[in-house]
């Protein structure tokens, strides 16, 4: 697996979590995880529907998700989910994508806890990790994040990790118009202040699969 999958062996662990692409069985765990619920009752995090479908296609949905990320993954356009475990038990899923990465450096990022996981720090956590493999690992000069205005922990996550203000979107979300805050976090910003500890094993077999020969990280 590792030879013509090195994420396999990609590790990123913080005081109290570890990030690293799950196997079949664990990605069994984090549908499980999905299904018993991701957003209280009548609120929406993301613009697609997927987590008010029913438990089992919840848990489906996050299956496929994850499998489309592997087998579409190209230089130019790709997501790398991540499972993120607690003491060993998956609480969710964070992910960095990007497009054009070689020549924007830019990336965004995106997660989901379970219900019972959230309020105690961990996507705070999880997203440092992830911030801390584009800026330190990759190179990148930016990270990005649309959120919905009244997405209230996920606009506190951004500010604790010091997203600046950046304009606004809109999309229509059930039939209606919807505001989300575009933020954005810049490496000298992420490179300003210090941040908890976070060390990353099994990159360098990665590398080709997010720069070209040419680039310097």
């Not at 992830?130 to 649309?146: D, I, K, P, T, V």
């Not at 950046?166 to 954005?184: E, M, N």
């Not at 300003?192 to 990353?200: A, M, N, Q, T, Y």
Request: hydrophobic residues 45%; contains cysteine.
């Amino acid at each position: 697996m590792h030879t013509y999958w090195p994420f396999a062996a990609l590790r990123m662990t913080t005081p109290q979590l570890e990030l690293r692409q799950p196997n079949d069985g664990e990605l069994v765990l984090l549908a499980d995880v999905a299904a018993k619920g991701i957003s209280p009752p009548g609120q929406r995090t993301f613009l697609t529907p997927w987590t008010e479908f029913i438990p089992a296609q919840r848990g489906l949905a996050v299956m496929q998700s994850h499998w489309s990320s592997k087998a579409t993954w190209n230089i130019h356009n790709w997501a790398l989910e991540l499972a993120v475990f607690r003491e060993g038990q998956p609480v969710g899923m964070v992910t960095l994508r990007s497009q054009q990465f070689p020549i924007l450096r830019e990336v965004k990022t995106s997660a989901w806890l379970g219900l019972e996981f959230q309020g105690r720090g961990y996507g705070t956590e999880a997203r440092g990790a992830l911030l801390h493999f584009a800026f330190e690992q990759l190179g990148a000069e930016a990270a990005l994040s649309e959120v919905f205005q009244d997405n209230l922990a996920s606009q506190g996550v951004s500010r604790k990790l010091g997203y600046q203000f950046d304009g606004i979107s809109r999309a229509v979300l059930d039939g209606q118009p919807v505001v989300s805050d575009r933020l954005r976090l810049t490496r000298a910003q992420w490179l300003g202040v210090d941040h908890p500890l976070v060390v990353v094993s099994g990159i360098a077999d990665c590398r080709p699969f997010f720069l070209t020969d040419g680039d310097v990280s």
